[in-house]
Structures are given as structure tokens and as C-alpha cells.
């Protein structure tokens, strides 16, 4: 079983940034490509950023492209996603996720964060 923990959401004001982390429990967190979802109320759960095991490929959504970089650290088992001129359309839950296939579709993820709130104001 994987644990995958975020923190570093809170609130900002537009225009501000946020790096949000992602610590996973597992020893073979190095071969799994990480995601980042986002959840905003009354909203599906959209994909946000992901990246292959070995940070060589990163995509990211249309919204967030040259907002949103998606970073990694194998040696220290996390995953991160700076956020810069963040917009209040960015609030949401933000939730990590790992699985073997560096994917935009949630479904394809095995393991999953508790979620960590971003909330931007105007």
C-alpha cells in the first residue's frame, strides 16, 4: 500500500503563489509516474499536471500551462507543483496521484493524496 500525503495549499490572493508538495511512504515511489488533480465544488475532479517516473515528460492542462510547473525528487520520495500567478478559477481541492502511466485521466492512477485546499481570492 502507497501513502501519498500533500500539503502547502492555503490562501492567496490572484497573482500570488503556492508550491504544493506531495510526500509518498513508499521505496518504489522512483518508478511511478505522479499526477496532480484538482477538484473545485460541484466540479469533477480535472486533471492539473503530471509527469513520468523519471521527470523526463510533463504535461499539463491548457489552464494552467506557463502558470504550473510539475517537478520531482526521487531521492526524497515527493512530487511537487509550483503555482505561480495563480487566478481565483484555480481554487479547489488539489490531489496527488501515482500510478504507472504518466496519464491525464484519473482513472489510470492507483494511489491517491487526501487532498489539500487552494483557495485564491480576487
Known amino acids: 500500500q502507497v501513502q501519498l500525503v500533500e500539503s502547502g495549499g492555503g490562501l492567496v490572493q490572484a497573482g500570488g503563489s503556492l508550491r504544493l508538495s506531495c510526500a509518498a511512504s513508499?521505496?518504489?515511489?522512483?518508478?511511478?509516474?505522479m499526477g496532480w488533480f484538482r477538484q473545485a465544488p460541484g466540479k469533477e475532479r480535472d486533471f492539473v499536471a503530471a509527469i513520468s517516473w523519471d521527470g523526463i515528460r510533463r504535461n499539463y492542462a491548457d489552464s494552467v500551462k506557463g502558470r504550473f510547473t510539475i517537478s520531482r525528487d526521487n531521492a526524497k520520495r515527493t512530487v511537487y507543483l509550483q503555482m505561480n500567478n495563480l487566478e481565483p478559477e484555480d481554487t479547489a481541492d488539489y490531489y496527488c496521484?501515482?500510478?504507472?502511466?504518466?496519464?491525464?485521466?484519473?482513472?489510470?492512477?492507483?494511489?491517491w493524496g487526501q487532498g489539500t485546499q487552494v483557495t485564491v481570492s480576487s
Open positions: 513508499t521505496r518504489s515511489f522512483s518508478t511511478y509516474a
Open positions: 496521484a501515482g500510478g504507472r502511466l504518466t496519464s491525464v485521466v484519473a482513472g489510470q492512477y492507483n494511489y
